[in-house]
């Protein structure tokens, strides 16, 4: 059995605060120990996000702007606890999440059906965040039908990009392997080279949010990269 980390991030700028994915659903963290359907494995949560934030003397309301890689459960927990901040989504995303009838395969309406009342910017591609170039939107359709990843450059530590699910291991990159599960293989394919791109045009470290061993290296919260 392979095992996963699922990380939330804290992005920091001066015109506002933003969260980039959100994590497992806190009703998970309810009971120690206790475990939940994973979609074909267990999951654990020992604190919840919020949890968490409260030791950052943070909310979950303290967002100016709240973005998830894409609708699975992993990312968008705890979608219903966010207040205030605007939802950016690409379309596709938000289509397959709300529109009526069935959601997509691998979407749970009760875990971010809150988000339906929330402000929300409908993104159609890349997006600037903040309007100055250090904290950018890519779009990278495949995982999902609006799928996106996150740039972000950082002064001293330099520009990252946060993976989603485009990859979900480090070997998945080496061997550019699609999951049977994705949406869509093609799009899949021609957003790893479009990121791969990216990468090697701004130098940017990619962070596999999913790879278990690269997330033990990083720096955890109450640190933080500048």
């Not at 250090?134 to 996150?150: D, E, S």
Request: charged share 20%; glycine share 10%; proline share 6%.
């Amino acid at each position: 059995m392979r095992e996963l980390a699922v990380p939330c991030y804290v992005i920091e700028h001066p015109r506002g605060r933003m969260l980039w994915d959100g994590g497992l659903p806190s009703a998970l963290a309810s009971t120690p120990g206790r475990q939940g359907d994973g979609g074909g494995g267990a999951v654990r949560l020992n604190q919840t996000l919020a949890q968490q934030l409260a030791a950052l003397n943070l909310d979950l309301g303290a967002f100016d702007v709240v973005a998830f890689s894409h609708m699975h459960f992993d990312p968008v927990g705890i979608a219903n606890e966010v207040g205030g901040g605007t939802l950016l989504i690409q379309r596709a995303e938000h289509d397959a999440a709300f529109a009526d009838g069935a959601a997509a395969p691998g979407f749970d309406r009760k875990l971010y059906d809150g988000l339906r009342a929330a402000p929300a910017q409908i993104l159609d591609g890349d997006h600037d965040v903040f309007g100055d170039g250090r904290v950018r939107i890519i779009a990278a359709p495949g995982h999902t039908p609006g799928h996106q990843v996150l740039f972000v450059r950082l002064a001293e530590t330099g520009p990252i990009v946060l993976s989603g699910d485009l990859y979900h291991f480090a070997v998945s990159r080496q061997l550019r392997r699609v999951p049977p599960f994705n949406v869509d293989a093609v799009q899949t394919i021609a957003s790893m080279r479009r990121v791969e791109s990216l990468l090697e045009e701004t130098q940017a470290t990619l962070w596999i949010e999913h790879e278990l061993a690269e997330f033990e290296q990083l720096k955890h919260a109450p640190e933080y990269y500048r």
